[in-house]
């Protein structure tokens, strides 16, 4: 049974489901490879392509069936894995946690379990869990929707000028050694004034500038209700949230339900020596000498996104540290940290990193062929035998043999070495293609 594209069978495991968008992913990826082949299309793309379509439909509505089980962690990293082989054009039998990490793709368990995740805060689920450990969520801004009608919303008005009669507010907010400050200053013929508030650490420069927008309305309704008021601010930001139709933000929200004909708002340049905002900014700066937070404000969102994020890195690299992970322990040596920038797509280089090219040590593994090489010099007989040290293809080597020479380099970083220079990354492909071309006179079967 099929229901908004999820589909749901009598196991109610989520493997239908899994099932469905892994035969459609295939047939995406067939086209991707076949450009991939004949057009040119690069493993870089392919990978920007991934992220931002690709890994969308294999998490699409991933609350309603990922539950994280053995089973749905196995099913759908097979469904990743055929992306990863395309991103790499690495060997069909490269394991599938090597191709993560050189490729610089998480885990998309990992992915299924950020998007279940994200959907319980935004629905306020009371108690939350990331792969087993409780997360702390009382703390976020979470947007409450007003459920306006568009046409009910006044446009939001502001422009550049900076010359306008008093009375004028100035606002300001500012993050400056992670304390988080807002204040406002009014000038005006019978008023004048400076208030300051100090945030909780966690709120961003935003928060704070619309915090000092909001609480400069609030004066002047209570103070000035039926004066034209001209308030400034340096935050453009701001500005143009409060003219977005859907702000989904409960401070953007407050401030528009604020404005009314008497209030201009306008923008003004920071730092540039303009009185009235630099009032507004030292203001701000003496709100972080007082130790009480004046206005409690959730943590944004986007902090919450991090902080995943971050955990996201963390289990990744857990899984690769593993002690008693038996693959992709050469990889490991090289790339030891996970990370997301990282994205080997050299047919060539993947192979240098993973030791999974046209050598001995790969023909014996797989049981094709039980040969060595022909110096006799390593029983491995891996990639980076032929790589580094082959006296056969010494001939090749003038970059990789600068690198060979550097005293007490630890194994893996030659490789690292090598694959950071691009005079190293041709060298490699020339001695690889040398090696898979004249295979015949470079091995020699073992009888
Ligand atoms: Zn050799």
Redesign the pocket.
């Known amino acids: 049974m099929r229901i908004l594209g999820v589909i749901i069978d009598d196991g109610l495991n989520g493997l239908a489901h899994i099932s469905h968008v892994g035969e459609k992913m295939s047939e995406i990826l067939n086209g991707l490879t076949i450009a991939k082949s004949r057009r040119g299309l690069s493993g870089r793309v392919l990978k920007v392509l991934y992220k931002r379509a690709i890994e969308r439909i294999l998490v699409y509505a991933a609350p309603a069936w990922w539950t994280g089980s053995v089973s749905q962690i196995t099913k759908i990293t097979s469904v990743q894995r055929k992306v990863l082989l395309a991103v790499t054009g690495a060997f069909r039998t490269t394991s599938t946690i090597a191709l993560q990490v050189a490729s610089g793709i998480e885990p998309i368990d990992l992915i299924c379990e950020r998007e279940r995740v994200m959907y319980l805060v935004k629905h306020r689920a009371p108690f939350i869990t990331f792969l087993g450990v409780g997360l702390d969520i009382l703390n976020i801004d979470l947007y409450v929707e007003s459920w306006k009608h568009p046409s009910s919303i006044p446009p939001v008005q502001w422009d550049k000028n900076s010359n306008n009669p008093t009375p004028a507010i100035y606002t300001d907010g500012s993050k400056l050694d992670g304390h988080v400050r807002a204040a406002f200053c009014v000038f005006g013929n019978d008023v004048s004034g400076e208030f300051q508030y100090h945030l909780q650490d966690h709120c961003s420069v935003f928060q704070a500038e619309l915090l000092a927008i909001q609480q400069a309305l609030h004066w002047k309704k209570a103070n000035l209700p039926s004066d034209t008021c001209h308030v400034y601010t340096d935050s453009m930001s701001s500005l143009k949230a409060l003219q977005k139709l859907k702000a989904e933000n409960n401070l953007v929200e407050s401030v528009r339900d604020q404005l009314d004909p008497t209030v201009q708002l306008h923008w003004v340049k920071a730092h540039v020596g303009f009185a009235g905002n630099e009032a507004a900014d030292k203001a701000a700066d003496s709100a972080c000498a007082k130790d009480r937070v004046d206005i409690h404000l959730g943590a944004p969102f986007n902090s919450f996104r991090t902080m995943i994020r971050q955990k996201i890195l963390e289990a990744w690299q857990n899984k690769w540290d593993d002690v008693n992970e038996k693959i992709g322990r050469f990889t490991h040596r090289i790339f030891t940290k996970v990370e997301t920038n990282r994205c080997i797509v050299d047919r060539y280089v993947i192979q240098a990193v993973i030791n999974h090219g046209l050598c001995p040590f790969y023909l014996k593994k797989f049981n094709l062929q039980d040969c060595n ?3 006799g ?2 029983s491995q ?1 891996g990639t980076p ?2 790589i580094l040290w ?3 293809v010494q001939h090749l080597r003038k970059f990789l043999a600068w690198i060979m020479s550097i005293p007490g380099l630890m194994p893996g970083m030659d490789i690292i070495q090598a694959i950071s220079d691009s005079r190293g990354i041709q060298e490699i492909r020339t001695i690889l293609s040398f090696v898979f071309q004249r295979q015949m006179d ?1 091995f020699e079967d073992n009888i």
């Open positions: 090489c022909q110096c010099e390593d007989d035998h032929f082959c006296p056969q470079l």
